[in-house]
């Protein structure tokens, strides 16, 4: 399994433009080359373990959805063909293969563009307390996990360090206009509803999930990842109970085990005893299979 493991990349033929909590980032001029990692974080700490072709996974849903999602909003991805790579980084082929692409230099939008169905997570804690989430009032008696009456819209600030913050869309709107604002919301919950459709026939659940904007030639396109298990909540559909946390195909599984081994949340992090992370893996590539219909053997 270890031959499947990419950590990190140090590129000399390419300037490292940011390496981020699972991806690193190169500047090829006019364009980027992101390749996903297989890092892990949770709580926003980077762990020291790998999940194996986690960066795989990521970059073939990402792709997936792009491609799905191209008629509501256009997106940064150029191409995933190593043979369209510039030249001087043909020769990493073995590490690039099926884990990066060329994407066009956007400028990035600072928010988080969240969308929930579902109460769960930090959102469920928000609606005990007040009964509302970023500042949306939400009908009483509803439970962990239950269904909302419709998608919302639930922002939340981009932060290099440290966690991101919900906010309210009225924040976002003197961030960055009320037009813009607008329109995030609008493609965000189009995009969201377009997935959830597809991903429940399929018999996934997409309990929240994020998205990224920016600017590209004075257009808005979609960006970084889409509809991952590093970015949403995949819930299998048979296993579906309201009232209690759910099943899931993504990270929440390595965060459980984070909160009952007591760990504080802070650097350094722990390591992933080996169950742990094969598990993990399991779930990265089952949500693959069955939303995608690929099959990665490990």
Known sequence: ????????TDFKEAKLFKRGKVRDVYDLGDKLLIISTDRISCFDVVLPTCIPYKGKVLTKL????????????????????????????????????????????????PVECVVRGYLSGSAWKEYQKTQSICGIKLPKGLKE????PQAIFTPATKEDIGHDINVTEEFIEKELGKEITQKLKEISLAIYNKASIYAEEKGIIIADTKFEFGIYEGEIILIDEILTPDSSRFWPKDQYRPARPQVSFDKQFVRDYLESIGWNKTPPAPELPQ??????????????QILVGERISF
């Open 1 to 8: 399994m270890k031959e499947n493991i990419l950590y990190s």
């Open 62 to 109: 990402s792709l997936f959805w792009f491609e799905f999602t191209k008629d509501i909003i256009p997106n940064h991805f150029i191409t995933a063909k190593i043979d369209d790579f510039p030249l001087e980084l043909k020769k990493y082929k073995d590490i690039l293969e099926d884990r990066s692409m060329l994407v066009k230099k956007a400028k990035p939008l």
């Open 145 to 148: 996990s239950d269904r909302l």
């Open 275 to 288: 169950d742990i992370v094969e598990k993990t893996t399991q779930k990265y590539l089952q949500v693959l």
